[in-house]
C-alpha cells in the first residue's frame, strides 16, 4: 500500500464517520421539527435533546477533519473544488452555521421556540442535498476548462437526473440512519413512545433508500460507463451491503434486536461507501484529476500521517470516552439526572 | 465581473468573515483558562462564589463557542473556495499546522462536551477540574497551529523554488520559521487579556447596574489581577514582534510609522494624518522608533523609500498600530491604579466612574485585538504568501464572490445579533442571587 492510498482511505473513513453521525443529527432535527407540526414533540424532543447536545460539536469536527486533510494530502483539489464550489458549499456552510449555532441558542437560550425548529428541520434536509452535489461533480461532465482555469456548468448539473437521484439518495438515508439509531436509544432509553414512532419513520424511510439506490446505478450507466463498470466488478461488496440493509429491516419490522441492526446499518452504509471509493478510484475529479497526480510531496505526506497516528492516540480514549458517558450510561441515557451546565 | 472583482470581493469576504470570527475565537481560546482558574481558586480558597462563577461562565462560553465553531468552520473552507491557487501551493508545504489544528479543536470539542455535560455527575470538583484542563489545552493549542500557519504567510521557508516548482519541502522547518515565536506568543497573550478584561467589564458592569453581591466583587478583582499579567506580556512580546520586524518585513514597520527617508535616531510618530508625503498634526517622540527597533536610540531605520512602490503596505496601517497600542497601554495602566489601589485601599478605584472605565475597557479592548489582527494582515500587502506570490495570483475566478459575501454578511449579522440576545436573556434571566438562593434551596432538599 502506498501513501497515496493510505491518504485517501483515512479520509474516506472521515467521510464515513461524518455522513453518519451528521446523519444523526440532521434526521433528528428533521423528525424533531415534523412531530412538533404534527403536535407529537413530547414524545421526541427530550430523546433528541439528550443525545445531541454533547456531541453537536464533535460531529462537526469530523467535517473539517475531512475537508483539511484532503487539501492537505491532496493539494490540488483545493484548486479544482475550490474554485468551482464556492456557490453550492458556500451555502452548505452557511446553513450549517445557523443550524449549529441555533442548537447552542435554542438549548441554553430560549428553549421551545417554533421559528427555529422548522428552520432548524429543515437546514437538516437542505444540507445533505447542497453538500451532495460534490459527489455528482466528482463524477465528471459538468466541470469544463477554460483558459486553464476550471469552470462548472449549473445549468448541466441542475438538469441532470443523476444530480436528483444523488440528492434523492441524501435525503432518504439521512432520515433512515437517523430514525434506525434513535429507535435503539429511544428503546435503550426505555422510552415505548419515542420507540414506536421512529420505528416508523424507520421503515418509512427504507423504501425511497432502496428505490434512490437503484436509481443511481441506472443513471451512472448512462453517465459514467467507466465508473459503473468499476461498480460492477465489485458487485459481491453491494450485495453484502443489501442484504445488510434487508436484515436491518426485518429486525426493525420484528422490533427485535434494534442494537444488531444498528450494526448492520452501519455495516450497510460501510460496504456501500467503501465499494463506491474503490470503484471511483483512481480518480478523485473524473477525468481531470487523480490521486497520482495531485497527492502532496513525500515529506509532507509522512509528517501529515506521523501526525494522524499521533493524533489518533489521543482521539481514541477520548472518544471512547464520550460513548460511555454519554451512549452507554444507563442513568444518563434515561435523562434520570440533571444533566447540565 | 472579471477576476479583478474577484480578487476585490475575495478580499473582503476573507476580512469580514475574520473580523467576526476573531472576536468569538479570541475569547473561545481565553476563556477555558479562566474558567479553570476560577475553578481552581474556588477548590483552592474553598469558595463557593469562584465555582460559580466557573459555572456562570461555562454556560456563556458555550454560546460564544458555537458561534466560533461555526464561523470557524466557514474560514477553513473559505481558504480552498477564495484562494485555490494559494491553498494548491501551500498545501504542499504548511498542511501540517492545519491538520494538527483539526486535532487539537477536536480535542476541544470532546472535552467542553463532557465538561458541560457532567456538572451535577461528579461529587468531586477536582475531578471536574481536570476535564477542564485538556478544554484549556486543546483551545490555546488550535490557536498556536493557526497562528503557525499566518506566521508562515509572513515568513515562508522550508522550501526550495526550482524552474517554479516547489521542491526539498521540509515541513517541520516551514512551521518553525522566524514570524511564528513572536505571532504565537503575541496571539495567546492577547487572547487571555482579552477575556480577562471582559470578564472585569462584565463585573463591573453588574455592579454598576446596582448588584452589591461579594461575587462580583471576587470576579471583578480576580480577572483585573490576570488582565494586568497578561497585558504586560502582550506589551514585552509586542516589542519582540517590532524587532522582528525590522529584520524580516522592514516594510510593514515603516509604513506603521511613516517612516519614509532612512535615518539613524529615528523619532516615533503619534496619531497624525498623511496624505503619502507630509505629515501633520502628529507628536513626534524622538530617538523612540529606534528604541522600539533596535534597543538603540541612535540606531538606523529603514524608511519606506528604499522600497519599490508596488510592494509596500498601503499608509492608513499607522492608524491601526496607534489604536492597538494607545488601547493596550491604557488597559495596562488601567488595570495597574484598580490592583494596586486594591492593596492600598484607594477608594476612588470603587467610585461610578472608575467602573464605568473597566467596563469601557472590555470593548476596547476587542477592538485593539481587530486593530492589530487587521495591522498584521494589511501590513503585508501586496503578498498572499510574503516574497513568493501575490494576493491577486491566488484569488478564485468565480463570478459568485459578490453574491456570497452578501449572504456571508447576513450570517454573521444573524449570529452576531443571536449570540448577544442570548447571552443576555441567559444572565438577566438568572442572576448570580437567584443561582444562589437556587442551589440553597437544593442542598436542602438533599436533607430532607
Same mark, same amino acid.
Request: proline letters at 4%; a positive charge.
Given at each position: ?85 464556492? +456557490? ?6 452557511? #446553513? ?54 476550471? +469552470? ?16 434523492? #439518495? ?27 414512532? #421512529?420505528?416508523?419513520?424507520? #421503515? ?75 470503484? =471511483? ?6 477525468? =481531470? ?32 470516552? +464520550? ?19 | 465581473?472579471?477576476? *479583478?472583482?474577484? /480578487? !476585490? ?10 473580523? !467576526? ?55 477553513? %473552507? ?55 484542563? $485538556? ?13 503557525? /500557519?499566518?506566521? !508562515?504567510?509572513? &515568513? $515562508? ?47 463591573? !458592569? ?15 478583582? %480576580? ?26 518585513? $522592514? ?13 539613524? @535616531? &529615528? ?5 497624525? /494624518? ?22 538603540? $536610540?541612535?540606531?538606523?531605520?529603514? @524608511? ?36 494596586? *489601589? ?16 473597566? /467596563?469601557?475597557?472590555?470593548? %476596547? ?49 444573524? %449570529? ?7 447571552? *443576555? ?19 436542602? @432538599?438533599?436533607?430532607?
Amino acid at each position: 500500500m502506498n501513501l497515496e492510498i493510505l491518504g485517501i482511505s483515512v479520509l474516506w473513513l472521515f467521510l464515513f464517520g461524518y455522513v453518519i453521525i451528521a446523519s444523526i443529527d440532521f434526521g433528528a432535527g428533521f423528525f424533531n421539527a415534523y412531530s412538533l407540526l404534527t403536535g407529537r414533540q413530547h414524545i421526541l424532543t427530550h430523546i433528541i435533546q439528550r443525545y445531541l447536545s454533547p456531541v453537536w460539536e464533535i460531529t462537526n469536527v469530523f467535517l473539517v477533519f475531512f475537508f483539511v486533510g484532503i487539501v492537505g494530502f491532496f493539494p490540488r483539489t483545493a484548486f479544482y473544488y475550490g474554485t468551482t464550489l464556492l +456557490v453550492p458549499v458556500s451555502i452548505g456552510i452557511i #446553513l450549517l452555521a445557523i443550524r449549529g449555532s441555533y442548537y447552542a441558542f435554542e438549548s441554553y437560550g430560549s428553549r421551545g421556540h417554533k421559528g427555529y425548529s422548522f428552520m432548524y428541520g429543515a437546514a437538516g434536509l437542505v444540507i445533505p442535498a447542497a453538500l451532495s452535489v460534490v459527489l455528482t461533480i466528482s463524477e465528471g461532465g459538468f466541470i469544463s476548462m477554460k483558459k486553464g482555469q476550471p +469552470v462548472l456548468d449549473y445549468w448541466a448539473l441542475f438538469t441532470s437526473p443523476f444530480t436528483w437521484s444523488i440528492v434523492v #439518495l441524501a435525503i432518504s438515508a439521512v432520515l433512515f440512519i437517523s430514525a434506525v439509531f434513535l429507535t435503539w436509544y429511544a428503546d435503550k432509553a426505555k422510552d415505548e413512545g419515542a420507540t414506536r414512532l #421512529l420505528r416508523k419513520f424507520a #421503515l418509512i424511510w427504507a423504501g425511497p433508500l432502496a428505490v434512490s439506490v437503484i436509481g443511481i446505478m441506472v443513471e451512472l450507466r448512462k453517465h459514467n460507463p467507466t465508473h459503473f463498470d468499476r461498480m460492477v466488478d465489485v458487485w459481491y461488496l453491494l450485495v453484502i451491503s443489501a442484504v445488510m440493509f434487508l436484515i436491518t429491516v426485518r429486525l426493525i419490522w420484528k422490533r427485535s434486536n434494534y442494537g444488531t441492526a444498528l450494526a448492520l446499518l452501519v455495516g450497510q452504509f460501510a460496504f456501500a461507501f467503501f465499494a463506491y471509493g474503490v470503484s =471511483h478510484y483512481p480518480y478523485l475529479l473524473y477525468p =481531470h484529476l487523480t490521486l497520482y497526480d495531485s497527492f502532496t510531496n513525500e515529506a509532507m505526506a509522512i509528517a501529515l500521517v506521523i501526525a494522524f497516528i499521533l493524533g489518533f492516540c489521543l482521539l481514541i480514549p477520548s472518544l471512547y470516552l +464520550v460513548l460511555k458517558l454519554f451512549l452507554f450510561d444507563k442513568d444518563y441515557v434515561r435523562g434520570k439526572e440533571k444533566n447540565h451546565v | 465581473m472579471d477576476s *479583478g472583482n474577484a /480578487v !476585490f470581493f475575495s478580499r473582503v469576504l476573507t476580512e469580514v468573515t475574520l473580523t !467576526f470570527h476573531i472576536i468569538y475565537a479570541t475569547i473561545g481560546v481565553g476563556i477555558p483558562l479562566m474558567i479553570m482558574i476560577a475553578q481552581w481558586v474556588g477548590i483552592k480558597k474553598n469558595d463557593e462564589h469562584y465555582i460559580l462563577l466557573a459555572r456562570r461562565l461555562a454556560r456563556g462560553f458555550v454560546i460564544t463557542v458555537a458561534v466560533g465553531v461555526v464561523t470557524g468552520t466557514a474560514i477553513g %473552507l473559505q481558504l480552498s473556495l477564495l484562494w485555490p491557487n494559494f491553498m494548491q501551493l501551500a498545501g504542499n508545504v504548511i498542511a501540517l499546522p492545519l491538520f494538527m489544528e483539526t486535532f487539537a479543536f477536536f480535542f476541544e470539542a470532546i472535552f467542553l462536551g463532557i465538561y458541560l455535560y457532567t456538572w451535577d455527575r461528579f461529587e468531586n470538583q477536582k475531578k471536574h477540574l481536570l476535564l477542564l484542563i $485538556p478544554v484549556a489545552i486543546g483551545a490555546s493549542m488550535s490557536a498556536v497551529f493557526i497562528t503557525i /500557519v499566518n506566521a !508562515f504567510m509572513n &515568513a $515562508p521557508q522550508g522550501f526550495d523554488v526550482v524552474n517554479g516548482q516547489l521542491v526539498n519541502i521540509q515541513p517541520i522547518l516551514a512551521m518553525l520559521n522566524p514570524a511564528m515565536p513572536t505571532k504565537v506568543g503575541h496571539v495567546l497573550v492577547t487572547a487571555y487579556m482579552t477575556s480577562a478584561f471582559v470578564l472585569a467589564a462584565i463585573a463591573a !458592569f453588574r455592579m454598576l447596574k446596582g448588584s452589591p453581591h461579594l461575587y462580583h466583587k471576587k470576579s471583578l478583582f %480576580l480577572y483585573m489581577k490576570l488582565g494586568l499579567v497578561f497585558s504586560l506580556a502582550s506589551l514585552l512580546i509586542g516589542d519582540f514582534s517590532a524587532k522582528y520586524l525590522v529584520k524580516y518585513q $522592514p516594510e510593514k514597520l515603516a509604513a506603521a510609522e511613516w517612516h519614509f527617508e532612512t535615518d539613524k @535616531g &529615528a523619532s516615533l510618530i503619534l496619531f497624525g /494624518v498623511t496624505d503619502g508625503e507630509n505629515i501633520k498634526y502628529a507628536i513626534k517622540v524622538p530617538y523612540a522608533l529606534s528604541i522600539l527597533a533596535h534597543n538603540n $536610540p541612535f540606531a538606523e531605520v529603514t @524608511g519606506l523609500n528604499e522600497f519599490p512602490r508596488d510592494e509596500t503596505p498601503p499608509l492608513y496601517i499607522h492608524y491601526l498600530f496607534d489604536t492597538m497600542v494607545m488601547i493596550g497601554t491604557f488597559m495596562i495602566v488601567l488595570s495597574a491604579v484598580y490592583v494596586f *489601589g486594591k492593596y492600598k485601599n484607594w477608594n476612588f478605584i470603587s467610585s461610578r466612574w472608575f467602573r464605568w472605565l473597566i /467596563v469601557a475597557g472590555g470593548p %476596547l479592548t476587542v477592538i485593539a485585538l481587530e486593530a492589530g489582527w487587521w495591522l498584521a494582515e494589511v501590513g503585508r500587502q501586496p503578498w498572499i504568501l510574503y516574497k513568493y506570490m501575490k494576493v491577486a495570483e491566488a484569488a478564485t475566478t468565480s463570478e459568485h464572490v459578490d453574491l456570497m459575501l452578501v449572504l456571508f454578511c447576513l450570517l454573521y449579522l444573524i %449570529l452576531g445579533i443571536g449570540s448577544i440576545v442570548v447571552l *443576555g436573556r441567559m444572565f438577566r434571566k438568572n442572576p448570580i442571587e437567584q443561582e444562589i438562593a437556587d442551589r440553597e434551596a437544593e442542598k436542602g @432538599g438533599d436533607f430532607t
